[in-house]
């Protein structure tokens, strides 16, 4: 008797153990901040949302008749737990009361929505997935309106529509280029930024000898960083047609000086040299390399403009000063002018079978409107005229070209991606056999520029093969 | 055979529908119930959908689908590429012989009279019980190779500076990266094995081990002749367990690794083919292939070592 209890304590031990293993592995959470917003707002709109629906309030205006409950499918969990989504919530029902958000944001959102999306039920309005084909995008979202008209007030529409029709909208944008501490740069007694990619490794090598930060951090263990390094190649082409004309003119991607030459061949000198970075990339950590990189322990990484926010965030909570976080196109000037391009972030997209479909229309049309979300997080807003982020200001003082790139020839639509695909080139993919990867760790085991060489060849092959049997 | 147990022998065919015999049978039915159908719903229709799926042209979302009958097997069988991923498994198939012999070699003597044998028991096992990503993050830090400006030296490096050694890049040196990958796998499943020989071991009858201390026989000699041949199906049953295990490794190099510096495996490169490159139908092709080379092998091996007794 005394055994068998033991053995029941012990399975009951374990299965409690595995339990709460199990919830500490889904990375999800949601929460319901409605009930908190309507008690909050107080106003009378919002009591007679309380009351259950019938509002007399709401004649001011029309659309406000809206009611219902919505849930958001999105991938800032971060937001989510500081409470701007919440935040956001209490705008959006001062002008619909009688709607209800709930939130529900995933840490591995790429592949959570597109296992949800399997079947109808996947909220009513999500981040766009990025991997879905253009052409699919009727199967599963419900048209906004029409090409022509929203593309007078929004930016990257392009990609997002069929048949004339919109099926998403534009949450924020971002620049491509280099995040670097300030003040690291200075102390290291550099004056004026590179223009020249030669002149940015010689910055490097002057910061390696003249202070104590790692010149440059790969953040090479989390796979998407090196990803970062794909935004940079149409703004060191200065060509909006770029990725066009690799389809019309048939150019191979690594030629010398090619703009993909640039950036890479930049890339692999860099890894290259063990003095210019980080001891192990292997075990470098995204999380710790925002306050490393606040105190100055760190001197430069190419990420999007839509990090400059989080590592100022991370300068205040470590206590030196965010003006320190400075932002920088990548340095591969043509004709002495520097380029750097803008492209959208998530999209944002509405469930076509939601019950709901109006208010989760007006929801996502007010969030990539009116909400301010881009502003707040020092995105470039999606809406055409609007003003550029302040952490972007910089750009301004040094004179760089910033452009949105045109769209494809209808033809072409897709052709990219598919080509991508197929060839498994990936340009921005994070497989482990991508080439940026073997690039990365041929410079890492000191292997060469024949190794980048060897690699860039075989990019050609696979993309041109692939190029050939799918434009014909 | 006494004359109350014939007559109940005579009437137990009889009795078929009793109640006592119903109730009997709707309790196992009712045991049985929940896991044939955890099984069915989560293991034979994906499986099934899978063998679908292989003969299809199909992405993430299920959308775009064609068939396409045998052309993802062709796919399969003309890129080397994949198969070079099998290189990997030699490793961790090394790992695993060393890992059953250790763990032989520890159930042996937590089988004989030592003190705190429950104890050691609990501590060998527990590793078992450790969620794999734990592990993966544990041993990450472990082999952690510090700059000293964002973060020091992890745990072996550590021991290695204090005996005067240089620090060891261990997960990003080609070759190396496989090992310490290999030590974290037998690390976190020796325990299963050393459970599954201790409780071989102890079905062995007692008075076997004494009828061989009568003999004088010594403690190697008792492991030759009483317990190895007495759990020779068990040893079998891991080796076969072994074999499938290096051919799909997956999680451990996964997380700590993602397969890059030559750590990828086969099955690592099926998921990226299905969620990287939006080629589902030829992910499910990769992992029909792997699963018929599983079914060959086990196949094999069991012929072999019947052949060999």
């Not at chain 1, 959006?92 to 959570?112: G, H, M, R």
């Not at chain 1, 989080?310 to 976080?325: K, L, M, S, W």
């Not at chain 2, 991923?85 to 250790?102: D, P, R, T, V, W």
């Not at chain 2, 993602?258 to 939006?278: D, H, L, M, N, P």
Request: charge should be negative; proline fraction near 4%; aromatic fraction near 12%.
């Amino acid at each position: 008797m005394n055994t068998k209890l033991k053995r029941t304590a012990a399975m009951c031990a374990v299965l409690v153990m595995t339990g709460s293993l199990l919830t500490a592995c889904g990375g999800t959470t949601e929460n319901n901040p409605t009930a908190d917003t309507t008690a909050a707002a107080g106003a009378g709109e919002t009591s007679a949302a309380a009351n259950g629906g019938e509002t007399t309030a709401a004649a001011a205006d029309s659309t406000s008749g809206l009611s219902g409950t919505i849930k958001v499918l999105h991938h800032r969990t971060d937001r989510d737990q500081d409470g701007t989504m919440a935040e956001l919530t209490k705008g959006f029902n001062e002008l619909y009361p009688n709607v209800k958000i709930e939130y529900q944001s995933f840490t591995n959102y790429a592949d959570d929505i597109a296992t949800m999306m399997q079947s109808d039920n996947y909220g009513d309005v999500v981040m766009t997935p990025q991997a879905l084909k253009q052409a699919d995008l009727p199967n599963f979202f419900a048209p906004f309106g029409s090409y022509d008209e929203l593309s007078q007030k929004y930016y990257w529409l392009e990609n997002y529509s069929v048949d004339g029709q919109v099926y998403a909208l534009p949450t924020g944008g971002t620049a491509s280029g280099v995040l670097y501490n300030k003040k690291v740069w200075a102390d290291a007694g550099i004056t004026s930024l590179p223009t020249t990619t030669e002149e940015f490794i010689a910055c490097l090598k002057q910061i390696e000898e003249n202070t104590d930060a790692i010149p440059y951090y790969t953040n090479y263990n989390a796979g998407w960083c090196i990803t970062q390094w794909q935004s940079l190649v149409v703004g060191a082409s200065g060509d909006p047609d770029y990725n066009t004309k690799l389809l019309t003119e048939r150019t191979d991607l690594f030629s010398a000086g090619s703009p993909y030459d640039a950036v890479y061949g930049t890339l692999f000198d860099i890894y290259a040299d063990p003095t210019l970075h980080e001891e192990d990339p292997m075990t470098t950590d995204w999380e710790g390399c925002k306050p490393a990189f606040a105190q100055g322990k760190i001197a430069t990484m190419v990420l999007g403009s839509w990090a400059i926010s989080q590592f100022q965030e991370a300068a205040v909570q470590v206590g030196t000063d965010p003006a320190d976080v400075g932002y920088m196109p990548f340095p591969n000037s043509i004709d002495g002018k520097i380029y750097s391009v803008s492209s959208n972030d998530y999209m944002m997209s509405v469930n076509k079978n939601s019950s709901n479909l109006d208010a989760a229309m007006a929801y996502a049309r007010w969030f990539c409107t009116d909400s301010g979300f881009a502003q707040n997080e020092g995105e470039i807003s999606g809406l055409k005229g609007a003003a550029m982020p302040e952490t972007l200001s910089s750009f301004d003082e040094l004179g760089v070209q910033l452009f949105v790139e045109n769209p494809a020839p209808a033809e072409l639509i897709g052709k990219f991606d598919e080509i991508a695909k197929a060839s498994e080139v990936d340009p921005w993919g994070d497989a482990s056999t991508n080439y940026k990867f073997r690039m990365a760790e041929a410079a890492f085991n000191g292997q060469g520029r024949e190794a980048y060489d060897k690699i860039a060849a075989d990019v050609n092959t696979a993309w041109a093969a692939s190029r050939d049997e799918i434009l014909g | 055979m006494t004359k109350k147990n014939i007559r109940a022998e005579r009437l137990a065919p009889k009795n078929k529908l009793s109640k006592a015999y119903i109730e009997k049978m709707t309790t196992v039915c009712l045991f049985l119930l929940i896991p044939t159908l955890l099984l069915v719903i989560f293991t034979y229709i994906p499986a099934a959908e899978m063998v679908k799926f292989s003969f299809e042209e199909r992405d993430q979302f299920g959308q775009n689908v064609k068939f396409v009958g045998l052309e993802n097997y062709k796919t399969v069988f003309s890129t080397p590429e994949y198969f070079a991923a099998f290189k990997n498994s030699i490793y961790y198939l090394c790992g695993s012989f060393i890992q059953l012999g250790l763990a032989l070699f520890i159930a042996t003597i937590l089988c004989s009279k030592i003190r705190f044998a429950n104890f050691f028991k609990g501590v060998v096992f527990f590793p078992y019980m450790i969620n794999t990503v734990a592990v993966a993050l544990i041993f990450r830090r472990f082999f952690q190779k510090g700059d000293g400006i964002t973060n020091t030296d992890g745990t072996l490096n550590s021991i290695i500076d204090l005996l005067g050694g240089d620090p060891v890049k261990f997960l990003s040196t080609e070759g190396l990266v496989n090992i310490c990958l290999v030590f974290v796998s037998i690390w976190r499943y020796i325990g299963f094995d050393i459970v599954m020989f201790i409780g071989a071991i102890q079905s062995i009858s007692p008075d076997i081990y004494e009828a061989a201390d009568l003999d004088g026989a010594n403690r190697f000699q008792i492991f030759r002749y009483i317990i190895a041949p007495g759990i020779r199906p068990i040893i079998l049953l891991q080796m076969i367990l072994a074999v499938k295990g290096a051919i799909s490794v997956y999680e451990i190099p996964f997380i700590i690794t993602g397969g890059r510096f030559g750590s990828s495996t086969f099955v690592i490169q099926t998921t990226e083919t299905a969620f990287k490159f939006q080629k589902v139908g030829l992910a499910s092709a990769m992992a029909v292939v792997l699963f018929l080379i599983i079914v060959a092998v086990t196949i094999i091996q069991k012929l072999v070592l019947k052949e060999d007794k």
